[in-house]
């Protein structure tokens, strides 16, 4: 059997590279011309593979192998950066002002582009096809969804879907590997309050949108607190409030954002009519118009528990010492949630963080690193799980 941890090791310098490179050149969602472009250069060097451009704006799709034997395994990494600048002084520190990849998103490239070179290796032993799947937009655009519209999950359509996410929330040799709901459904709540403004000093003669607001907030915190079940898990987060100029005046409106996950598909649907309704019958109580406004991010990620079993078997297999957490889940959204939705799959945490290096801030702080170790662990678990699904 093909140690692919051995091969990993081995890669490590290319894959390593490839990551300070793409780390160098951050690029926003729906922007990674650059990033796709190399990605087409690296995939161009393995012979026989089918690369296809523009799938979901600058997503790149590879198949390799593809003669119609065998299950057909999906396998994505994401490639967008975010909007943020970098604080960390490391060689390879972005040269994209006010752009940074705080999430791991380049890891995660470079950890696809070397499952690549070492499936495209092994392609005699393989029975089946592996789509390779390097998707833009991840951070909140709509990346897998505008993808899954181009077809992706169509010629050939895949069997299993397996993707991967370094994490920072825990040490090297951790794996989250768990089945069920993993990540969150997320959708986000626009709450506009019309009143009518005038002289701070007169609030008789106005309709005062901020106090209306203000009860809103507090009226939504008890959607969680007092009408979920305390089994269940859900969060109501009101995350910006925009309303008035200056002291004196009273303005006539006042505009809210804020976000909402939860797990199970009741929990999310109490809790969006709830929003709706609070906001609405407060800003009522308060003599206010109120127009609610609620969009989709993506339905909770669910991984299969028998793709998930197996990926748990190869991982015990490769990682004999490591932590293999089967239980684990993050309120975090993932937009591969629309692709497993449709396609049996699991979604794999790698372990990235290394505090006694000072590689351990937080996704999407400025100074979010990784210990590059991971990238190893990554690209080989992927492969092996790869394979074994393609061995069936
Ligand atoms: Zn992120
Ligand atoms: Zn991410």
């Known amino acids: 059997m093909t140690d692919y941890v051995a091969k990993a090791r081995e890669l490590f310098p290319y894959t390593q590279k490839l990551r300070r490179e793409f780390h160098r050149h ?55 950066a975010l909007p943020m600048s970098e604080e960390n002084d490391v060689p390879y520190v972005s040269q994209n002002a006010g752009v940074m990849h705080a999430c791991g998103h380049d890891g995660h490239v470079a950890m696809g582009l ?30 897998a969804a505008r993808m899954v519209e181009d077809g992706v999950l169509e010629n050939p359509r895949p069997d299993y ?31 506009t309050i019309t009143g009518k403004g005038g002289h701070g000093a007169a609030p008789h003669t106005t309709v005062d949108p901020i106090v209306a607001a203000s009860h809103i907030v507090t009226s939504l915190q008890s959607i969680v607190s007092r009408e979920i079940d305390p089994i269940d898990t859900g969060v109501v987060s009101v995350t910006s409030i925009h309303g008035g100029t200056t002291h004196n005046i009273i303005p006539p409106r006042v505009e809210m ?12 649907e109490l809790i969006l009519k709830r929003v709706r309704q609070i906001a609405t019958s407060v800003a009522e109580t308060f003599r206010c118009q109120v127009k609610v406004e609620v969009a989709d991010v993506c339905p909770a990620l669910v991984n299969d528990p028998e793709v998930t079993a197996r990926a748990q ?28 939705d449709e396609i049996p799959g699991t979604y794999i945490l790698i372990g990235s963080a290394n505090p006694a290096k000072g590689l351990d801030a937080k996704h999407h702080h400025p100074r979010f690193d990784f210990d590059e170790e991971a ?18």
């Open 161 to 191: 879907a397996l993707a991967l996410h370094l994490w920072n929330e825990k040490p090297l040799d951790w794996y989250g590997v768990a089945a069920g709901p993993t990540m969150a459904a997320a959708e986000t709540f626009s709450i």
């Open 26 to 80: 951050p690029e926003l969602g729906f922007q990674e011309i650059r990033t796709a472009r190399r990605i087409v250069e690296e995939l161009s060097q393995l012979p026989g593979l089918e690369v296809q451009t523009g799938v979901g704006v600058t997503g790149v799709v590879a198949l390799l192998g593809g003669d119609g034997r065998g299950p057909v395994v999906l396998l994505r990494v994401d490639m967008d």
């Open 114 to 143: 070397a499952a690549a070179k070492m499936l495209h290796a092994e392609r005699e032993n393989l029975a089946g096809t592996v789509k390779f799947v390097f998707q833009p937009a991840e951070e909140g655009d709509g990346g």
């Open 257 to 268: 954002l804020g976000t909402t996950r939860s797990f199970e598909p009741e929990v999310r």
């Open 313 to 340: 078997k190869v991982a015990r297999r490769i990682f004999p010492n490591a932590t293999i957490a089967t239980e684990y889940q993050t309120m975090g959204a993932e937009d591969m949630a629309w692709m497993m």
């Open 375 to 392: 990238l190893v662990n990554g690209a080989a678990l992927i492969s092996a799980v790869a394979a074994d699904l393609l061995r069936q």
